[in-house]
């Protein structure tokens, strides 16, 4: 058995060494396996971990934006609210304790499980719809359905190919009553890492396995695409099987993104940076849009 694991070691290592270099956004990987089930229910235990805003933010910064966001997309207890990439409803269920209606798109089963748990922990679960879907296909369901706001937020846009980010834009706008706003939250272009590098690290248990590992991880940033993407060859060390997972985003320039908006059917929109006048431990890498239908 051991012989056998060092044989697959071996070929594990010849894997890494061929791989394609450099790395290429959305050709060697796009994004992170979000509907896998093992995968979800690890992503799970790192959103709800406090003691890192990794995966979600802790509950005093989440409840810092929600006030920002209650007061800058003119909230009130009986608005419509549509959270798209929604994860485990942290911030649905702020909202809805607040008496807004909230319904929440996310593509994680242990994600949608969870915040349809928590929801009815707080008693707020008739305040509360939640879809388990991919966004691309479940987002023209909500087209015509006037929600008074929408958010999209941690950078979730990025992950998605720019002509998908065109199209997603558009159908949050559809889904807006007139006068509606979205806030869309995406890292700050100039605070991009544009750098390439390399990285590793080893654990026992963690958002890639829940046995022992090594993690060689790189990134790399491609100037044409104004793309990133971050490429992560975890190996098992038990078997030695190979596991390849890459995550590959789009940076936004300001008016770029702005033109967006607009080209999406928003009547207006602003650039905001830094979530002006919250704390948040990471907030000077981040730039919010507010726009208007």
């Given at each position: 058995m051991k012989q056998k694991t060092q044989s697959r070691l071996q070929t594990t290592l010849w894997e890494i060494y061929d791989r394609p270099q450099p790395p290429v956004p959305w050709r060697d990987g796009d994004n992170l396996?979000?509907?896998?089930?093992?995968?979800?229910?690890?992503?799970l235990r790192e959103h709800l971990d406090q003691s890192h805003g990794a995966a979600s933010r802790r509950s005093r910064e989440i409840l810092q934006q929600s006030d920002w966001l209650w007061d800058h997309l003119n909230l009130r207890p009986?608005?419509?609210?549509?959270?798209?990439?929604?994860g485990p409803g942290l911030y649905a269920t702020e909202f809805a304790s607040r008496g807004v209606q909230v319904t929440g798109i996310d593509f994680s089963?242990?994600?949608?499980?969870?915040?349809?748990?928590?929801?009815?922990?707080?008693?707020?679960?008739?305040?509360?719809?939640?879809?388990?879907?991919?966004v691309r296909g479940a987002l023209p369901e909500?087209?015509?359905?006037?929600?008074?706001?929408?958010i999209f937020i941690y950078?979730?846009?990025?992950?998605?190919?720019?002509?998908?980010?065109?199209?997603?834009?558009?159908?949050?706008?559809?889904?807006?009553?007139?006068?509606?706003?979205?806030?869309?939250?995406l890292l700050d272009y100039d605070r991009i890492d544009k750098k390439d590098s390399n990285f590793w690290f080893t654990d026992d248990t963690g958002l890639w396995s829940e046995s022992a590992f090594f993690c060689?991880?790189?990134r790399h940033w491609d100037p044409e695409q104004r793309a990133s993407i971050d490429?992560?060859?975890?190996?098992?060390?038990?078997?030695?099987?190979?596991?390849?997972?890459?995550?590959?985003?789009?940076?936004?320039?300001t008016q770029e993104m702005l033109g967006q908006l607009n080209d999406a059917g928003f009547s207006q929109a602003w650039a905001i940076p830094?979530?002006?006048?919250?704390?948040?431990?990471?907030?000077?890498?981040?730039?919010?849009?507010?726009?208007?239908r």
């Open positions: 396996p979000w509907d896998d089930p093992d995968f979800s229910e690890r992503m009986g608005a419509r609210l549509l959270d798209i990439t929604c089963p242990a994600s949608i499980r969870h915040a349809r748990k928590l929801a009815e922990k707080q008693g707020v679960e008739d305040r509360c719809s939640f879809i388990r879907a991919d909500q087209a015509g359905q006037g929600y008074d706001a929408a950078g979730q846009l990025s992950v998605f190919r720019r002509e998908e980010v065109a199209s997603l834009l558009e159908m949050a706008c559809s889904s807006l009553r007139a006068g509606g706003r979205l806030a869309v939250e060689l991880g790189e490429r992560f060859h975890i190996i098992d060390l038990a078997t030695g099987n190979l596991q390849v997972v890459a995550v590959s985003e789009n940076g936004y320039e830094a979530w002006r006048g919250i704390e948040l431990y990471d907030g000077e890498e981040w730039m919010v849009y507010l726009a208007e």
